[in-house]
């Protein structure tokens, strides 16, 4: 007796059957084509001794406590503040371009003229988005908006997506705003931290339940079948509720077409110095193919004689041969993705969650929260 198959053991998979399972005692079928849970959150100590995230660097941080007391259940936490460094015109600075970015790439007496216009116009501790930026009057702010938007966006973006950052949603580019004031952290969110034996081990507390059976290796189509409206399992119609958090347009044979996502090939190397870079995370926008190169040891000061890091190659997902990151944001996928919603709300027993179910670029405590929510609303 199964009451939810859930496919996918990313987080919204997981929290919601974690909450199922606890909260309401129901029976779920966990499935996931993957050898591992965690999704893309998954890590592993790798040969070195050296705590990996597998598919790319993945910070914790979130201003709701909701989500942070949420998922402290499940782990202890390593106190953290992500830096990220950029290589900008021969010189290491601080991703987001903030206050300290401006002295270092620019003589004294032109920052401090900027900073004050900076102050006077948007305030201290504001966040400016850089298309936000670029639209100034002001002479001297529209170079430096420029100037950031060339040094820092547009060739970064156009490895990562292939696309300029206003050919795309504009929360992309409004992830990374130019931050007037000197904090140099990547983010300013109350909670930040890093879970103390990784990610991998709080899914593990988070699915370890006798209700819960979690099934890997395992492509949901060899279980589930989609007929008409229907959902057939064990070959018979499935009376229960399925959540599915992968890909949408898979889920219904790309009938109206694939949705385009982005996918990174990770590169480790392990090199033997205790220290590969000055900050966790080092953006290279200008220079070379990959994009940034994370050391991981960082995140968590762990002693080591070797440092391993991961250098990320932006490319286009290719359906069977590598992983979707990140959906591609643009107006016309954004069209393609609601055909697919349309088509979804006929099947009565099926909920859509998730990075790929829902065509979103969740952050990790947005897609918690957002699993909180749709149990609340729809499963409580
Ligand atoms: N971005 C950029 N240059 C940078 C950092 C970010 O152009 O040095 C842009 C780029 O389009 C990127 C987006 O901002 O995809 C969001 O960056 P974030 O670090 O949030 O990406 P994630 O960590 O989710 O891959």
């Not at 998922?71 to 503040?81: I, R």
């Not at 990547?186 to 339940?209: C, I, N, R, V, W």
Request: proline share 4%; aromatic share 16%.
């Amino acid at each position: 007796m199964v009451d939810f198959i859930i496919v996918g053991a990313g987080y919204a998979g997981s929290v919601l059957a974690n909450l199922l399972a606890t909260q309401q005692n129901k029976k779920i079928l966990l499935i996931d084509k993957r050898s591992h849970i965690g999704g893309n959150c998954f890590d592993s100590i790798d040969e070195h001794g050296i705590l990996i995230h597998n598919y790319g660097p993945h910070l914790f941080h979130t201003d709701s406590k909701k989500v942070w007391e949420y998922l402290s259940q499940f782990t202890q936490w390593h106190n953290y503040h992500h830096k990220v460094e950029g290589f900008i015109d021969g010189q290491f600075v601080p991703i987001p371009f903030n206050l300290n970015t401006l002295y270092k790439l620019f003589p004294t007496f032109m920052a401090e003229s900027i900073e004050k216009k900076l102050v006077k116009n948007y305030g201290y501790g504001k966040k400016v988005t850089i298309l936000e930026l670029q639209k100034t009057d002001d002479e001297e702010l529209k170079f430096v908006a420029d100037f950031i938007y060339e040094k820092i966006f547009l060739h970064y973006s156009a490895k990562q997506w292939g696309k300029k950052i206003e050919e795309l949603d504009p929360a992309v580019s409004a992830r990374v705003p130019v931050l007037i004031s000197k904090d140099d952290r990547y983010f300013q969110d109350p909670f930040q931290a890093m879970p103390s034996e990784g990610y991998t081990k709080l899914f593990e507390k988070m699915l370890t339940h006798k209700n819960i059976d979690i099934r890997l290796n395992t492509d949901f189509k060899e279980l589930l079948h989609v007929s008409g409206e229907t959902f057939f399992f064990g070959g018979k119609p499935f009376e229960g509720e399925v959540i599915f958090t992968g890909m949408i347009d898979e889920l219904f044979d790309f009938r109206f077409g694939s949705l385009p996502y982005r996918s990174i090939e990770l590169v480790f190397e392990n090199h033997k110095a205790e220290s590969f870079q000055n900050a966790t995370t080092t953006n290279y926008p200008n220079d070379y193919d990959y994009t940034r190169i994370t050391e991981f040891k960082k995140m968590y000061d762990t002693r080591n004689d070797t440092t391993t890091i991961a250098k990320e190659y932006p490319q286009e997902f290719v359906y069977g041969e590598n992983t979707p990151y990140y959906p591609l944001f643009t107006e016309e996928n954004q069209k393609r993705y609601a055909e697919y919603q349309e088509y979804a709300k006929d099947f009565k027993n099926l909920t859509l969650v998730g990075r790929l179910a829902e065509y979103k670029y969740y952050d990790m405590d947005d897609i918690v929260l957002r699993a909180l929510e749709v149990y609340e609303e729809k499963f409580k």
